[in-house]
């Protein structure tokens, strides 16, 4: 058991990582290490799925490891269980619930990470989906980076170093971390170890995840997760007449709304409770009135913050639903011109065998960029039904 069993197919990470981590415990015990081993602002990059948000949490947990006979991230010490399951006090993670991070929310974290860790060893910042940053908070958090308190590590977890990403400034006083989609095999071995998936249903939800283990981990475990992509992987051959675009075009958006329901239901529901408890709801006597009158303002907040994260989880619902469109139109095309490259979706070949036979190369090519302009739509804030018929229709006429 380590730390970074929870790295799915990044030996070259891991190794960098654990250097780095070694060197971390070397300062911490008084020593010098060798100059630029350990840093004290780093950047994970990767396409989506390729585990950035878990890799960072590995790394924290290691550099705030106990153990000191062996090398850091046991795994099994108090500094790495807490750190792994959110719950260390050093730790801070930044995962934004919707659309975007605030200037606000970075301020408040950075006053945070200038404090001197509780436990002597490290103060450490991790920021998931750092693109989301706003400029302001972007600006924040470079003056932060810029002069870095003593035993504080930022972590931020990007899609990629490009400017529309992360900004050059915060870019450049960051170590890279750069990883790739782990290959199929990695992710049914880590889904069989961790999840206690079958083989046959580990290998299939890796050969058809597109390099992502959390899609991959869903389309195992979860049988609603299934049928929402064989619905979405349907459409393709299912545009037979013009009334078929609003048909389809309905699917994707309640599917993608479904999805967001079923993440969001419980939790929104736990939240709301938790907070008329805190508020003195159902309490009696003396003030209670005022309680009730105060508590108007907070669930009014509380109600817009699990609006945005609703928002964001259907748009990211929607989003994968496009990227397997994407991936079925790429299929076609791969197939019309007989190249050897692995398809996206192998459990639907034939599928993919009527659409090259029925479609030119041409057609097939004008819907894949119909699914990728689609996605760049949404991305603006084009509404998604909007874009969504829009597309459809470009699927429908090819």
Known sequence: ?????????????????????????????????????MTHAWLFTGPPGSGRSS???AFAGALQCVVTDDRPGCGECAGCRTTLHGTHADVRVVAPEGLS?????????VQISARRPTSGRWQVVIIED?????????????KAVEEP??????????????PDDVSVTIRSRCRLVSLGSPRPAAIASALEAADGVPAEMASWAASVCGGHVGRARRLAVDSDARARREAVLRIPLA??????????????IKAAEDDASTANESRNEAEREALETAMGAGGTGKGTAAATRGAKGALKDLEKRQKSRATRTQRDSLDMALVDLAGFYRDALVTH?????????????????TAAAQWSRESILRRLEAVLACREAIEVNVKPRIAIEAMVTTLHRG
Request: overall charge negative; aromatic content about 2%; proline content about 7%.
């Open 130 to 142: 750092a693109d989301r940053l706003t400029e302001g908070a972007a600006n924040a958090l470079l």
């Open 149 to 162: 308190p003593d035993r504080t590590v930022f972590l931020l977890c990007a899609p990629s170093d490009h």
């Open 1 to 37: 058991m380590s730390v970074w069993d929870e790295v799915v197919g990044q030996p070259d990470a891991v190794a960098t990582l654990s250097a780095a981590a070694e060197a971390a415990a070397a300062i911490v015990a008084g020593g010098t290490p060798a100059p630029g081993a």
């Open 239 to 252: 545009l037979r007449k013009p009334a078929d675009v609003f048909t389809c075009a309905d699917e994707l």
């Open 337 to 353: 011109t007989g190249s050897e490259a692995a398809l996206m979706h192998p459990d639907r070949a034939g599928d993919s065998r």
């Open 101 to 109: 991070i605030s200037v606000a929310e970075m301020r408040a974290l």
């Open 55 to 57: 890799t960072a949490r």
